[in-house]
């Protein structure tokens, strides 16, 4: 199999080349070159820019579509809310209600939302009752890191009175959760000729004990797979922290062992500067959601951690899910948390979703437009009226532009997505059997009662 594509602009580790045709063979880049190249498969039209596939870092795209609408406006009250009143009770709700194949419906639907914001590759926390989520990346043809959570409190609930119960925590090892890991990694790891991956996710500092994170990190290690946790993203967790461990998360995840160059530590935005440095010393990566927490009122710079020396890449967090758009908020937050404007520009921004993230998953073949490089691409098309006239497309695409622009998706080698239609599956019937998958869950009375703030 070859593919030609021919790039108005091509983003390269040395820089935008302009007329340039990039030629895919097999699974890699052969060739960047001026001169039309033979291939079985060519796009060839004025206006493309081709870039280095956008990998999304951290998201969650069933637990999201169940409160989808619900949850901006003030709806859900404060992110603590938003996430042990919403999201982590009705995910459980919807696991638990939906037939298999409804599940794999609403990950279809999810995962397919994930490529049309440009992802080609994707990090995705999720309960381990939605082991569909594999099958729908291997059908859409994602390149997938899936990392099915383990908890020591899988269900913490929060009162009326905003009071937090974490029924086991320090009575259940998550073992459990640690060998349904070890089962779906033998199902699943390495299929799709590789795209199809694990990650070791223990869910979040208040919700692992340290025997489970100690565990966790064992396992993940000795298997070279990435690890991912949620870490500081409440003043409530931060507090809760304090009284158990008597440190802050990123303190406690020093002590078992966690902080390292193989953990993604998602959001972090509760940390002082003394975790920053912490962080920033054992190059630990943050990646940083800023939308989500916009909605909320709650400021999440990206800037504020890469000012600190952190190794920083940019995710969706279920929210939205257009990384192309993310880029641009994330820009105009650290900006305005900056008070200057030669902060976060665009091509650091995209730096932060291609090579910045290939390296914090330790995969230096992807992220980046380079021979012998594996060939995963985003291109979009910058001919729209809303970027035209443009002088410089790496700035038109960040502060201009989101998923509206997206033409053509390569993973692998293999062209998913083209004319900014998915190629592998029919987006009418996977939009229309995931959202009644979704619905069935709006619809029960404990779905519509948690809407309601009972
Ligand atoms: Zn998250």
């Known amino acids: 199999m070859s593919l030609a594509i021919f790039g108005s602009h091509v983003l390269t580790p040395g820089g935008v080349l302009e007329d340039h045709w990039v030629l895919v063979e097999g699974q890699r880049i052969a060739a960047i070159t001026r001169t039309r190249p033979r291939a079985e498969t060519v796009l060839e039209a004025p206006g493309r820019f081709v870039l280095p596939g956008l990998m999304n870092l951290h998201n969650h795209c069933f637990s999201e579509m169940v409160v989808r609408n619900r949850t901006e406006d003030g709806a859900s009250g404060d992110e603590a809310s938003l996430v042990y009143r919403l999201l982590m009770p ?27 914001g440009g992802a080609t590759s994707l990090l995705e926390p999720f309960r381990n009752g939605i082991p569909e989520m594999f099958q729908a990346a291997l059908e859409l043809g994602l390149r997938f890191w899936g990392a099915p959570y383990v908890f020591s409190s899988a269900d913490p609930r929060m009162g009326a009175d ?3 119960e974490y029924a086991s925590v320090g009575n259940d090892d998550g073992n459990a959760d640690l060998l349904e890991w070890d089962r779906l990694r033998d199902l699943w790891d390495g299929q799709g000729e590789g ?30 797979v990435p690890i991912t946790v949620h870490v500081a993203q409440s003043a409530d967790e931060v507090a809760l922290c304090r009284q158990r461990h008597g440190c802050t998360p990123v303190q406690y995840l020093e002590r078992v062992g966690l902080l390292g160059p193989d953990l993604i530590a998602a959001h972090c935005i509760h940390s002082d500067a003394e975790d920053l440095a912490l962080l920033a010393r054992t190059n630990t990566t943050v990646v940083n959601c800023p939308r989500t927490f916009a909605r909320g009122g709650v400021f999440a710079p990206y800037g504020r951690f890469v000012a600190q020396g952190i190794r920083t890449v940019i995710g969706t967090d279920g929210y939205n899910m257009d990384l192309l758009g993310e880029l641009g908020a994330a820009g105009m937050i650290s900006k305005l948390e900056a008070g200057r404007a030669d902060v976060a520009k665009a091509g650091e ?23 012998g490089a594996t060939a995963d691409l985003t291109v979009v098309d910058l001919t729209h009226p809303h970027l035209q006239p443009m002088a410089d497309p790496v700035r038109a695409l960040v502060w201009l532009g989101h998923r509206a622009e997206l033409d053509a998706l ?16 029919d987006e009418a019937s ?13 619809d029960m009375p404990e779905a519509r009662a948690a809407f309601a703030g009972g």
Not at 196 to 224: K, N, Q, Y
Not at 430 to 442: D, L, Q, S
């Open 430 to 442: 996977v939009v229309a059997e995931g959202a009644t998958a979704i619905r069935k869950v709006w």
């Open 349 to 371: 921004l995209l730096g932060a979703v291609t090579h910045v993230a290939a390296d914090a998953v330790a995969r230096p073949d992807l992220g980046r437009i380079s021979l």
């Open 195 to 224: 795209r199809i991956r694990l990650a070791m996710s223990p869910h979040a500092t208040d919700t692992c004990g340290p025997e489970l994170l100690r565990a966790a990190v064992m396992r993940a290690r000795a298997l070279s």
């Open 162 to 164: 905003g009071v937090m």
């Open 410 to 425: 390569v993973v692998d080698g293999q062209l998913v997505l083209a004319g900014g239609r998915h190629r592998l599956v």
């Open 90 to 116: 009705l995910s459980r709700l919807a696991l638990n209600s939906l037939s298999s194949a409804e599940r794999l419906a609403a990950a279809r639907l999810g995962l397919l939302q994930v490529m049309k």
